[in-house]
């Protein structure tokens, strides 16, 4: 590393006021009970969860973060691994929990190559797997003992599951299934884990039974030897080289040459082919087969705002420290501006903080939502006390709340991920010319998260099947054979209400505006389906339309859940009136900000006029900025991120932003310890040889 800077240079401060200072006059200003709120966010158990494992984490050096903008992919990816080796050692010295585990994995604050083996797949095995399989490869799998990846995504295909092109076909000879890879885009492509790590791979592949294709289903395949850790025999597995972003987990391909599993491989527990009479044996669902897209969709739900809320956090308080010229309208010179007292600033950054919490309520129903639907699949697929099967009607009830939970998953995966993503570009423009740093924090999780928006469905495409859903519901409640579910219930609503008009105060009362985001909804499910069955317009002609259906819809189920959690008694016992006044504040800055945002839908609807759509911005959302700008750094000082996990110089707790930028650059910048020889006469680079990176 270079050599600390002189004396004099140490002895340097930043011009005042110093940016603890600007800090605690922001935290002073606001009464906003920050660990009352924390422990609503989070609860006490995972605060405290999370204070101790900190402690365990920050004195090991494998988990030193000093060099991670500065070293190149190899030796990052090694030493994430090395990162992930030892997080398993200590989640088996102290027992750690699953919870205990996703924490350790956040603070680390970086994907390894053991992240798809301790998510999807471990996932697929315990959601998919029969007892059998479970006592094969999920019991070994838990113990490190088995590595895997899920194996979905091919260079040809990826949001188009159906069109996968590997193949297993069954051979009833010997009782096995052949798996191959037929075309060049066959190849599993962007595999988590797969390209270094994974001795198996659950591979989704088309199953042929007969000559007749039964569409994908998942395969548990060995692709790496047990010892040796290399390819197998006709199997053909690497990494796929540098990303975007991402740059510690090893995305792979494979492809296979008519390799070989046996019978017990084909994860059996919703589907089979019998080994007595080689017939396939159908699910009760056939969408059963897609849970743990399913899964990993609700949970990108509820991350969304945790990662939304990191890249506020390091805008929000450095925006606050941050000052550049003088207020205009000043009577007397008072210095330079807050970043964050301007109204520019303001209308980028609080409407984000309003938005991660309404991401964060929106995550916790979606979850609470699968929960409910795995509760109904399990009881679903298992015998009764008298050993009879699942009836009808319990396996309509699940498909029934499966279809619902499938349509608001793709639907809330897109529109969350797209609003954290998008939303910490935002964060990162809001910095200014210090935001382009690595050492903001910002750029780093950005790159690392936008897959996010393209993973599990492209983001553009998901929004289809909401579109199928909302006209499939539609049809419904105009034949009289609705469903009693939210979605039809407005769509309802909507029909029995359309004669006489809407008549929304959202500018005065909350329960309106989500019955406004609603009739938006309703408005625009009938439009498109008189597009599609009276004019007969094609699905390719409507898909502009279906997108924007879509995103109404996820808005609404968004704006819907908020006002549900700031309403709730739950709440109001959990924090006092003035933090529970704010919340209610930020619901609405949330929903009529993007209110705003759309408002020649909610117009075109007659959910608003252009007197409420006027008034929403010239009137409540500058009111409601005004509200929130005196509490915004509390608001986010309750998300208790820690400093070591924010990893950013701008968004540091204490505010001093710029000794520990100087810092990082002149004492953990590798380069600095480089003496270029300039000439262009002299065919050496350096006078000195370049220092070797250290694992």
């Known amino acids: 590393m270079p050599n600390p800077p002189p004396a004099w240079v140490q002895a340097l401060k930043p011009a005042g006021p110093q940016g603890a200072e600007l800090l605690a006059h922001e935290r002073a200003q606001s009464n906003v009970a920050v660990d009352r709120l924390a422990e609503l966010l989070h609860t006490k158990a995972a605060l405290e969860r ?98 895997g990846c899920y194996a979905q995504t091919e260079l040809g295909h990826g949001s188009n599951v159906r069109g996968l092109e590997t193949t297993a076909t069954y051979n009833p000879d010997d009782k096995t299934f052949t798996i191959n890879s037929p075309t060049l885009t066959a190849s599993k492509w962007w ?96 969408s059963l087969l897609y849970g743990t897209m399913t899964w990993v969709r609700s949970s990108i739900v509820l991350q969304a705002g945790g990662v939304l809320a990191r890249g506020v956090t390091i805008a929000v308080r450095y925006c606050a420290v941050r000052r550049q010229f003088q207020d205009r309208e000043a009577t007397e010179p008072k210095g330079e501006n807050q970043v964050l007292n301007y ?187 008189k597009h599609r069955d009276v004019e007969n317009r094609s699905w390719n002609s409507l898909l502009v339309d279906f997108w924007r259906l879509s995103t109404a819809h996820s808005q609404y189920l968004v704006v819907k859940n908020f006002y549900e959690a700031v309403s709730s008694p739950q709440l109001a016992a ?24 759309e408002a020649s839908e909610f117009f075109t609807s007659s959910a608003v006029t252009t007197r409420q759509i006027g008034l929403a911005r010239t009137n409540a959302v500058m009111k409601l900025l005004d509200e929130v700008r005196p509490h915004a750094v509390r608001l986010v000082d309750a998300w208790k991120i820690p400093d070591w996990q924010l990893d950013s110089s701008l968004g540091r707790y204490d505010g001093e932003v710029y000794p520990d930028l100087f810092r990082r650059a002149s004492q953990e910048n590798p380069v600095n310890d480089l003496v270029f020889d300039p000439y262009p006469w002299n065919e050496n680079v350096l006078k000195n040889d370049a220092p070797r990176s250290k694992l």
Request: charged share 20%.
């Open 574 to 597: 959990a924090v006092d009136s003035e933090t529970l006044g704010l919340l209610h504040n930020l619901f609405r800055l949330h929903a009529l900000h993007t209110l705003e945002r």
């Open 191 to 286: 595999i988590g884990s797969l390209g270094r790590t994974a001795n198996h791979a659950v591979v989704m592949a088309q199953l042929y039974v007969g000559g007749k294709n039964l569409g994908p289903h998942p395969f548990v395949v060995q692709i790496r030897d047990m010892q040796t850790h290399q390819p197998l025999e006709n199997v053909y597995v690497g990494d796929i080289g540098p990303k975007f972003g991402y740059n510690t987990m090893d995305n792979g391909f494979l492809l296979f040459n008519n390799h070989k599993i046996p019978h017990v491989n084909m994860l059996a527990r919703f589907t089979r082919v019998d080994k007595e009479t080689n017939q396939y044996v159908r699910p009760a669902s056939p």
């Open 50 to 147: 999370q204070q101790r494992i900190l402690g365990l984490l920050q004195p090991e050096k494998v988990f030193d973060k000093s060099q991670n903008h500065s070293l190149g992919r190899v030796d990052r990816i090694q030493r994430s691994l090395a990162k992930g080796k030892r997080l398993q050692q200590l989640a088996e010295q102290y027992k750690w929990t699953t919870e205990e585990v996703l924490t350790a994995n956040e603070l680390v604050g970086e994907p390894t190559p053991y992240g798809l083996h301790s998510t999807m797949f471990l996932v697929t095995l315990r959601e998919q797997g029969t007892p059998e399989q479970h006592k094969l490869f999920l019991e070994r799998a838990q113990k490190y003992e088995i590595v």
């Open 343 to 529: 109204k520019m600033v303001q209308v980028r950054l609080l409407p984000l903080l309003a938005a991660m919490y309404a991401l964060h309520f929106t995550g916790r129903g979606m979850m609470k939502l699968y929960e409910e639907n795995q509760n109904r699949m399990k009881a679903a697929s298992q015998p009764d006390q008298d050993s009879r099967g699942a009836g009808p009607e319990q396996l309509r009830a699940g498909a029934d709340l499966l279809a619902d939970l499938h349509a608001t998953s793709c639907g809330l995966k897109a529109l969350a991920s797209t609003t954290a993503g998008e939303g910490l570009e935002v964060c990162r423009r809001a910095c200014g010319g210090h935001g382009y740093s690595s050492y903001s924090g910002i750029g780093p999780w950005y790159s690392d998260y936008l897959p996010t928006l393209t993973w599990e469905g492209d983001n553009y495409m998901l929004t289809q099947q909401v579109a199928r859903y909302l006209l499939k519901s539609a049809r419904a409640v105009l034949s009289g054979k609705a469903p009693n579910n939210d979605t039809c219930q407005i769509l309802q609503s909507y029909l029995d209400r359309r004669e006489k008009g809407a008549s929304f105060d959202v500018l005065e009362v909350d329960s309106d505006i989500v019955a406004a985001f609603a009739w938006r909804t309703a408005h625009l499910t009938f439009e498109a389906l």
